[in-house]
């Protein structure tokens, strides 16, 4: 499926209140159709790593393989989101290959993000699913856990269906995509970050203007909530690119009315005052749907990559020219600031155009060693040093 060679001007030809109904289609397509690459399985890939690291397969039997979390055993938790299933992947010989596939909840609606938490009444496995938050409590190690307790119900669904969630403080902060490509929304839950108790009472904005962040996460050097964020499409190959935002109380980053440094959108621009709303920290190259970041203090990764932010970018369908398909370092100083940035793995981006799968969420495991999770080819990668 070549979508990305659809030429954007005629998809600015089509009347604007049209174009919303079209993108969904065109989401729809993309979300149920089979990968397209051209590795058939994980052994077939052909990837560029840096000298000094190793990708080798973890699992390669997790079929729609989304967000990663490990829980406190050091067990890596995966959500399958398009199959409704949520499993976990113990290694218990420590061989750096799952030994078997968990079920841990199945035939839910989009389990997308994935959260552990201590509690005094318990350990907890935090779901936020496409229209509801729940939690399970453990009832026993290692993998049973009793029946999902809805905290948040009524999260409008459709559009933009994945939900991520991360704890920080005895609070959970979900973010909440778009209904459409461009639109002024009816709600304020969508496109946004929500904060709610952990028993999901005293629900508020936390902040706004978010298209698709479907990466958040809290930075170890500042505390604050970092996302990678979905820039709009149809206006080219160049522009909105996509954007990194430090994402603070309170603040609005610009959907649908601007993108970029203030940039006024061409359908919504004089709704708004784009003085109004916040610079992204970083950009990068249009189109690329960044949909996890990780930070990287220091690990069994060589010395050199200390102090990174790596991102997964699942790669571009509104484009004519491919991009994206890779995980990109962001180099950053002993403070967390942001210097540079360099491809870090590539590949998955054929020369001809093809591909041979996507990258999705990376996640960093208390031993040190980064997991990456593959939606197309259906694996969970492990990245370490020789």
């Given at each position: 499926m070549?979508?990305?060679?659809h030429?954007n001007?005629n998809f ?6 049209h174009?919303?109904v ?6 729809g397509?993309?979300?149920s159709?089979?990968?397209?690459g051209w590795?058939e399985?994980?052994s077939?890939?052909k ?14 039997n997790v ?11 050091a067990?890596l938790?995966?959500s ?6 949520v ?5 218990d010989?420590n061989?750096?290959?799952?030994d ?10 989009v389990?997308?993000?994935l959260a552990?938490?201590?509690l005094?009444?318990?350990?907890y ?11 399970l409590?453990?009832?026993a190690?290692p993998?049973?856990?009793g029946k ?9 669904t459709?559009g ?5 969630i991360?704890i920080k403080d005895?609070k ?8 459409c490509?461009?639109?002024?929304e009816d709600?304020p839950?969508?496109?946004?970050v ?6 999901g ?5 936390f902040?706004?203007g ?6 958040i996460?809290?930075?170890p050097y500042s505390g604050e ?8 499409d149809?206006?080219?190959?160049d522009h ?13 980053y610009g959907?649908?009315y601007c993108?970029?440094n203030r940039?006024?959108?061409?359908d919504y ?5 784009c003085?109004?709303?916040e610079?992204p920290a ?8 960044p949909l996890?970041l990780?930070?990287?203090?220091k690990g ?6 200390n102090?990174?932010?790596f ?16 995980v990109?370092r962001?180099?950053l ?6 210097q540079?940035?360099e ?8 020369p001809g ?11 960093l495991?208390?031993?040190g060693?980064l997991?990456l999770?593959?939606?197309s080819?259906g694996v969970v ?6």
């Open positions: 070549n979508l990305e060679r030429q001007s600015r030809s089509i009347p604007a209140r174009r919303r079209v993108h969904l289609l065109l989401i397509m993309l979300l159709a089979p990968g397209c590795a399985k994980a077939d890939l990837l560029n790593v840096p000298d000094g690291v190793q990708l080798t397969v973890f699992a390669d079929p729609k393989a989304r967000h990663m979390a490990f829980d406190d055993q067990i938790f995966l399958r989101a398009r199959d409704g299933a499993v976990a992947l113990p290694d010989n061989d750096g290959k799952a078997r596939v968990v079920s841990i909840l199945e035939g839910r609606s389990p997308h993000g552990f938490v201590q005094d009444s318990g350990y496995l935090y779901i936020a699913e496409q229209d509801q938050v729940v939690r409590k453990r009832t190690k993998f049973s856990y999902p307790e809805v905290l948040v119900s009524g999260i409008p459709g933009h269906s994945t939900r991520t991360k005895k959970m902060y979900v973010s909440i995509g778009s209904s490509n461009v639109c002024i709600t839950l969508r496109a946004a929500w904060r709610y108790d952990l028993d009472k005293n629900g508020e904005l902040a706004a978010l298209r698709n962040s479907v990466g996460e809290f930075s909530l970092w996302g990678v964020n979905n820039g709009r149809w206006l080219g190959d909105p690119r996509e954007e990194l935002n430090i994402i603070r109380e309170g603040k609005h959907w649908p993108w970029e940039t006024a959108d061409p621009g004089d709704q708004y005052d003085a109004k709303t610079h970083y950009m990068f190259t249009a189109h690329q749907a996890g990780e930070f990287y203090r069994n990764l060589p010395a050199k990559y102090n990174s932010l991102i997964s970018f699942h790669g571009s369908w509104n484009r004519s020219v491919p991009a994206g398909y890779k990109v962001v180099i100083n002993e403070n967390g600031e942001i540079s940035d491809d870090f793995i590539t590949g998955w981006l054929l155009g093809d591909t041979q799968g996507r990258p999705v969420d990376v996640q495991s208390p031993d060693d997991y999770s593959d939606d080819l990668y492990k990245i370490t040093g020789k």
